[in-house]
């Protein structure tokens, strides 16, 4: 009897690998990190390690589900698919690691480094219940993104400084301006990394105040010169008698003028009006500007004209005679001791009679 039970005992472990079965499903299930358990199983056979268990498989690979009757189902369980997308780190530059080159996208909580085979095409590392799916799946095929630097367009006034515009970046130089004008600039970056998109900078002048001399002339004469050190001063054309709007325009882009004192040039009839020259005075900002020397001269001329009128009215006053203008005054103490000395004799002279 016992060596019929063991005649039958082999015939069944027999017939189990020569794939005799009552069912002829082939099921396949995706990883789960869970048994994969088949409903009426006794054994589970671990066809890639030719293992007999009764715990049910977890991990990816090919099984059969065996049933008492010797009946089995053939199933495997498939790679879970993680698909990443991978784009160019346009941080990345020459010299970080190369690991960091690379940013992947995917759903899920999973810690892997991305390589490459000799051909370019991703893999990575992880374990095999799961299959990662690269898009763009070669290296060639991802588009090395640079970094966008951009700057809004911008107005400053004159200052007599540098004026410096920066970037966010600080390995990028910021650039400097200085004089008027309208510029069209972009940074200097390095393109293997960077893109930077020009923009637009306008420097204004700087608006300095004038207070002009009165400028004027008689009918007939030249103008006088109307130019300070700074500026060009320009009137409106007309030789008659009356008032001309004065302009000034400056030597120097940086600078524009605003007349705002003295802004008439002015023809005079005759000459019974005297012509009084004043000092130009300049204000913006602080800024204090030395008289136009055509405005010293005329002073000096001034000052000259009053000096010699004051010598010549000492001129007249002193009158030559030859003899001192201080005699008269030492004389007059005689001349009253004279007339007392004679007034004293007539009057003992008239007691004695």
Known sequence: MKKLLGVLLAFFMCCIPTGIQAKEEVLSFEYTGQKI??????FY????????TSEAPIDCGK???????????????????????????KDWRQGDSEENRYLCEYDGDY????????????????????????????KKDVEIVKTTITHPDVEFVYT???????????SISPIAFKNVGEYIVSFNVDSNYYESIPFKVMILPKTVQLKLNKYQKYVGEKDPVLETDDCILTREVGENVGNY????????????????ENDMFTILENKTQQIKPE???????????????????????HKTEIRKNEESKKEKSTVKTGVSNEIPLFL???TISLIVAIFMLLKIRNVKS
């Open 37 to 42: 358990e088949i409903e009426g199983t006794k």
């Open 45 to 52: 056979h671990f066809i890639d390690d030719d293992i007999y």
């Open 63 to 89: 099984y059969q589900a065996i049933y008492s009757d010797g009946s089995y189902i053939d199933y495997e369980i498939t790679p879970k698919v993680v698909h990443v997308n991978v784009r160019y780190n």
């Open 111 to 138: 810690e892997f480094i991305l390589s490459s085979y000799v051909n370019g095409d991703f893999k990575t590392d992880y374990n095999d219940n799961y299959e990662f799916e690269f898009e763009p799946k070669n």
């Open 160 to 170: 007599g400084s540098d004026i410096v515009i920066e970037s966010k970046v600080d």
């Open 245 to 260: 709007k004065l302009t000034a325009k400056s030597k120097s882009r940086n600078y524009k003028y605003e007349i705002i």
């Open 279 to 301: 000092v130009t005075k300049i204000t913006g900002n602080d800024e204090k500007k030395e008289p136009s020397k055509p405005a010293i001269a005329q002073e000096k001329e």
């Open 332 to 334: 007059s103490p005689i």
